[in-house]
T-cell receptor, first 112, second 112 residues
């Protein structure tokens, strides 16, 4: 999607290893989000950011941490990956409360 | 819970027919958004309706909002095979991070 890029697109990792997913935007939007999507659960908010170095927890933040040192980058780290964190991870950005989100194409993470 | 709940979970119609999906929510809102997700892709913002609006149109899409019943509906008229996707609603409240919470969606299949 234009203006937002997620990397990597696919990743297979072993249980217990740390993993970092990157979300990069070129829109200079204030807000950034990480969601995970699993069958039967829809999209669930992990963490979000409302400015550089301003982040907060979402619904399912246990086992995840985030950092935002620049407006354009929002990193999601799985500190010690578990099989329950196998999922598709989506990043999203937005500017103002009354506008919608723009989503990235997703990262498919498999923890074996 | 701040998320929307879509109904039905799955819907199958013939091309040219209208498709109606419903969303219920539990909290007071400032706005409500609808998104579409094609298989394997990120969500795409379709339309936003504010809490003081009752109906909004965008092309073949019509969204209604009844805040007294805490419900919204998305109507797609003259459906096409390309409308096959999952549809999600996201109730919006005024909050720090402009964060939205999604349900599990309605899976729409349009049969050519």
């Amino acid at each position: 999607d234009a203006g937002i890029t997620q990397s990597p697109r696919h990743k297979v990792t072993e249980t217990g290893t740390p993993v970092t997913l990157r979300c990069h935007q070129t829109e200079n939007h204030r807000y950034m989000y990480w969601y995970r999507q699993d069958p039967g659960h829809g999209l669930r908010l992990i963490h979000y950011s409302y400015g550089v170095k301003d982040t907060d927890k979402g619904e399912v933040s246990d086992g995840y941490s985030v950092s935002r040192s620049k407006t354009e980058d929002f990193l999601l780290t799985l500190e010690s990956a578990t099989s329950s964190q196998t999922s598709v991870y989506f990043c999203a950005i937005s500017e103002l409360a009354q506008y919608g989100y723009t989503f990235g194409s997703g990262t498919r993470l498999t923890v074996v | 819970s701040q998320q929307g709940e879509e109904d039905p979970q799955a819907l199958s119609i013939q091309e040219g027919e209208n498709a109606t999906m419903n969303c219920s929510y539990k909290t007071s809102i400032n706005n409500l958004q609808w998104y579409r997700q094609n298989s394997g892709r990120g969500l795409v913002h379709l339309i936003l309706i504010r809490s003081n609006e009752r109906e909004k149109h965008s092309g073949r899409l019509r969204v209604t909002l009844d805040t007294s019943k805490k419900s919204s509906s998305l109507l797609i008229t003259a459906s096409r095979a390309a409308d096959t996707a999952s549809y999600f609603c996201a109730p919006g409240r005024r909050n720090t991070g402009n964060q939205f919470y999604f349900g599990t969606g309605t899976s729409l299949t349009v049969i050519p």
